[in-house]
């Protein structure tokens, strides 16, 4: 594990042909789903999703089969892995999306068939399927994570997505500031609050959150895009 650990340290560090160079030198010496993965992560990283896409799958074919918890859990960990490769390659390759999406959506779906419990692959599929117009189906992902994590400020973030997205403005609105409530420094939460206060008629309080938004990060589209429809508003 040595090797392993090394080349983690050195992708966190931003030293990506160090770090492939570690897991390489890992692979040599045993073969462990988790080298794969480390270099499925450098490739990612780096804006490869095609080489992290192979990583990630030989990392699925090298490791080992069990209905023990832990192996399950580090299973839906490759599968989430394989899942973020494809959603990589279909942003990359937009000609091709509607081939990759779906080869996404069923690698976080296995996740969580691996293991229910896992919230990155639910989030990350109900982010996918608000994008795609299936807001019932976000809305259940969402909803799943919420029961076990009450705390989860993505799936608070994406149910308020699905809301809104349904024109249930009451709701989404809740959902958001649930999720500022988590991470009150949260500039995409504050300025769909913002956003959604504006446009029921709390024009001024909307503003002044967006505008606090933008304080906190001068570059967020949200925000940008929540205010300029406010001041609008407010304009007539």
Known sequence: MVHNNYGVALMRAGELAAAQ???R??????????????MGQCYAIAGDYLGARDMY???IDAGPVSDESVIRHAQ???EFQLGTAYE???GEFPAEAGKYFPEAEAAYRRAIELFPEYESPRTNLA????????????IEQCKAVLDENPESFSADMNLGRAFYAQGRL???LAEYQTALGVDPQNANAMASVGGILAQTGEIDRGIGMLQEALRIDPGNMIARENLAAAMA???R
């Open 88 to 90: 990589g390659l279909a």
């Open 127 to 138: 982010a996918m399927l608000v994008d795609q117009g299936r807001y019932a189906e976000a």
């Open 170 to 172: 009451d709701l989404a």
């Open 76 to 78: 839906a960990g490759y």
């Open 57 to 59: 799958q030989k990392a």
């Open 25 to 38: 030198e890992a692979m040599r010496l045993r073969s462990d789903a988790a080298d794969w993965v480390g």
């Open 21 to 23: 160079d570690q897991f």
């Open 233 to 235: 508003r407010r304009a």
